[in-house]
């Protein structure tokens, strides 16, 4: 019951990564569109960045799951932000 409910968190967590990187691709573009600002990013080595902005909603994600006292589920969304944390961390030196 606990591993699913940190499951859900995580879940929720990496798909606010992922919407948070795509408002942040859209918003910072000026006016391209996602893939060649990602593509971009990446060339000028700011993809890094651009994921860790898009963590900002899991902010969201992790006070509302306080809100409503789910602990567990927003333990899986730090968990989510710490793995993201950690693969941008990796991804900046390869």
């Not at 948070?20 to 993809?47: M, N, S, Y």
């Not at 994600?61 to 809100?67: M, N, T």
Request: proline share 0%; hydrophobic share 60%.
């Amino acid at each position: 019951m606990i591993k699913k409910e940190v499951f859900i968190g995580f879940i929720v967590g990496v798909i606010a990564n992922g919407m948070g990187l795509l408002l942040a691709a859209l918003l910072l573009g000026r006016g391209d569109d996602v893939t060649t600002v990602i593509k971009a990013a990446a060339a000028e080595d700011f993809l890094g960045k651009l994921i860790s902005i898009g963590a900002i909603l899991n902010l969201a994600a992790f006070f509302i799951f306080i809100k409503k006292r789910q602990d567990y589920r927003a333990r899986g969304v730090i968990l989510a932000t710490v793995c993201i944390a950690i693969f941008t961390f990796i991804f900046k030196f390869i």
